[in-house]
């Protein structure tokens, strides 16, 4: 079983910043691909970013592409987002994911 618990959640205007954590439990993280989702009202959750293990190869959505920055710290097993020029439509629960556990969500929320 793997815990994973997010943080960093919040209000801020549109264009602002917000840093996402989340804290895995497992000890063999450095090795495990970890993914941030997000789910807004009456939507279907959807991906944001991952990052695989080692040597830790991003991938993003093309709606976050050159805003939102995935990393992550394998000594303190956690991996992080930098959300960067926040919009609106990036209102929504943000969840991160490690195989087939997810994290409790941390709600974001971008106002106009």
């Known amino acids: 079983q793997v815990q994973l618990v997010e943080s960093g959640g919040g209000l801020v205007q549109a264009g602002g910043s917000l840093r996402l954590s989340c804290a895995a439990s497992?000890?063999?993280?450095?090795?495990?691909?970890m993914g941030w989702y997000r789910q807004a009202p009456g939507n279907e959750r959807e991906f944001v970013a991952l990052i695989l293990g080692v040597p830790g190869v991003t991938n993003y959505t093309d709606s976050v592409k050159g805003r939102f920055t995935i990393s992550r710290d394998n000594i303190r097993n956690a991996v992080y987002l930098q959300m960067n020029s926040l919009k609106p439509e990036d209102t929504a629960v943000y969840y991160c994911?490690?195989?087939?556990?997810w994290g409790q969500g941390t709600q974001v929320t971008v106002s106009s």
């Open positions: 497992t000890t063999v993280f450095r090795f495990n691909a």
């Open positions: 994911k490690q195989g087939p556990f």
